[in-house]
T-cell receptor
C-alpha cells in the first residue's frame, strides 16, 4: 500500500492568500485525522472524520480553517485567509476504524510544511 | 488537559547504551501508544500497550505502563545511531477511542 499521501509537501505563501492542503488516506481506512505540529504547541488535533462525516472539529483554531472529505479517498484542509501564525507542519492520519471507533494505531502521512510570509 | 508529557525533553547517549523515555498523563485511558518521528518525516507507530497490560516488548523496545501512577516508559536497548529521532507518547481516552492526545516528545540523539 502507498500509505497516506499528502500534498503539497512544502508550501510558501503570502499572508492573506488561500491555502489548500490535500490528503489521500490508506484505502479501506474510514477514519481520517488532521493534525498541526509546531514547536510551541506540539501536535494538535484539528478535526477528524469517520465515514466522510466530520465528527469533532473542536480543534479547528478559527473560522479561517475549514476541512472537507467529499469521498472516502480524499480530504482537504483549507485556510483562508492565511496568516503567519498558521506556519506549521500539517499532518493527515488515517485508521481502519470499526463501528466508528479507532482501532490500533494511526497511520501518518509525511506532512505538508506551510510557511506564511 | 489529557495530553501526555514526555520526560526528558532531550536525551543524548552513545551508541550501544540504553535510552529511557517517560510519559505521564492525567485521565483514564483505553491504551497508550509510542510513535517515532525522524526529522522532516511523519510519525510512525512503534508499540501499543492496553490499559490492562503492564509491560510489552517488541524487538529492542520495552514499554511499561503504570495506570496507578498514570505513567509509561519506553526503553530502547542497545541503541543505534539510526534510533536518532523524536519519540512521542499518545494516549487514547477510555471512553472516546477517537481522541488521541500526543505529548511534546523526547528528542533522542544517539552518537556513533
Amino acid at each position: 500500500d502507498a500509505g497516506v499521501i499528502q500534498s503539497p509537501r512544502h508550501e510558501v505563501t503570502e499572508m492573506g492568500q488561500e491555502v489548500t492542503l490535500r490528503c489521500k488516506p490508506i484505502s479501506g481506512h474510514n477514519s481520517l485525522f488532521w493534525y498541526r505540529q509546531t514547536m510551541m504547541r506540539g501536535l494538535e488535533l484539528l478535526i477528524y472524520f469517520n465515514n466522510n462525516v466530520p465528527i469533532d472539529d473542536s480543534g479547528m483554531p478559527e473560522d479561517r480553517f475549514s476541512a472537507k472529505m467529499p469521498n472516502a479517498s480524499f480530504s482537504t484542509l483549507k485556510i483562508q485567509p492565511s496568516e503567519p501564525r498558521d506556519s506549521a507542519v500539517y499532518f493527515c492520519a488515517s485508521n481502519p476504524a470499526v463501528g466508528g471507533a479507532v482501532t490500533g494505531e494511526l497511520f501518518f502521512g509525511e506532512g505538508s510544511r506551510l510557511t506564511v510570509l | 488537559s489529557q495530553q501526555g508529557e514526555e520526560d526528558p525533553q532531550a536525551l543524548s547517549i552513545q551508541e550501544g547504551e540504553n535510552a529511557t523515555m517517560n510519559c505521564s498523563y492525567k485521565t483514564s485511558i483505553n491504551n497508550l501508544q509510542w510513535y517515532r518521528q525522524n526529522s522532516g518525516r511523519g510519525l510512525v507507530h512503534l508499540i501499543l500497550i492496553r490499559s490492562n497490560e503492564r509491560e510489552k516488548h517488541s524487538g529492542r523496545l520495552r514499554v511499561t505502563l503504570d495506570t496507578s501512577k498514570k505513567s509509561s516508559s519506553l526503553l530502547i536497548t542497545a541503541s543505534r545511531a539510526a534510533d536518532t529521532a523524536s519519540y512521542f507518547c499518545a494516549t487514547v481516552e477510555g471512553n472516546n477511542f477517537n481522541k488521541f492526545y500526543f505529548g511534546s516528545g523526547t528528542k533522542l540523539n544517539v552518537k556513533p
